[in-house]
T-cell receptor, first 117, second 114 residues
Framework: GAVVSQHPSRVICKSGTSVKIECRSLDFQATTMFWYRQFPKQSLMLMATSNEGSKATYEQGVEKDKFLINHASLTLSTLTVTSAHPEDSSFYIC?????????????FGQGTRLTVV | AQTVTQSQPEMSVQEAETVTLSCTYDTSENNYYLFWYKQPPSRQMILVIRQEAYKQQNATENRFSVNFQKAAKSFSLKISDSQLGDTAMYFCAYSGAGSYQLTFGKGTKLSVIP
């Protein structure tokens, strides 16, 4: 099956600093990547959708200046949490779909647990 | 907007028994996809089974099968011969045929009891 690698799996940062999370499709070209946020014991909430080479589309209520998404290549998308605060602590998950894979299915990364102290 | 409802926050089943997880959804689209994802304690999202709305036949994957009732907008998951490794959160999800964005239900926490 298609593999999506997300890095880092865990990160702790100080309040006010920025953190970058990477999402890579290892064996397929990801035309679209999705970024989700999951609070403890809750479901996944879509934050934004990014298509390679174009600006991300953010869901209502998601601050685009705080959560910067870049999808510069067909295998890499990054999420940067800028000026992080404790309320940004959460589990972030990316998923990807693309060419030559079952295009009804999105493949998920392992997730990143962000803790802001 | 599409919504997905899972009305069972938690369920438990004895090992080797059968359990059914419920899911209903709301949409005005005629063509779409439905999924069940499993999220074990590792939190990796794992696709369990997928159903295309235009197919009348219910999808099956080994011990996992669905009961897809399009008119009722119901999509339940049946797990047969439950195993300890089935213990996880199970999310029902909807995707429109054009967008492929996933809308998730709130999840059902399934515990398989030895």
């Amino acid at each position: 099956g298609a593999v999506v690698s997300q890095h880092p799996s865990r990160v702790i940062c100080k309040s006010g600093t920025s953190v970058k999370i990477e999402c890579r499709s290892l064996d397929f070209q990801a035309t679209t990547m999705f970024w989700y946020r999951q609070f403890p014991k809750q479901s996944l909430m879509l934050m934004a959708t990014s298509n390679e080479g174009s600006k991300a589309t953010y869901e209502q209520g998601v601050e685009k200046d705080k959560f910067l998404i870049n999808h510069a290549s067909l295998t890499l998308s990054t999420l940067t949490v800028t000026s992080a605060h404790p309320e940004d602590s959460s589990f972030y998950i990316c998923s990807a779909r693309g060419y030559r894979v079952r295009n009804t299915e999105a493949f998920f990364g392992q997730g990143t647990r962000l803790t802001v102290v | 907007a599409q919504t997905v409802t899972q009305s069972q926050p938690e369920m438990s089943v004895q090992e080797a028994e059968t359990v059914t997880l419920s899911c209903t959804y709301d949409t005005s689209e005629n063509n779409y996809y439905l999924f069940w994802y499993k999220q074990p304690p590792s939190r990796q999202m794992i696709l369990v089974i997928r159903q295309e709305a235009y197919k009348q036949q219910n999808a099956t994957e080994n011990r996992f099968s669905v009961n897809f009732q399009k008119a009722a907008k119901s999509f339940s998951l049946k797990i047969s011969d439950s195993q300890l490794g089935d213990t996880a959160m199970y999310f029902c999800a909807y995707s429109g045929a054009g967008s492929y964005q996933l809308t998730f239900g709130k999840g059902t926490k399934l515990s398989v009891i030895p």
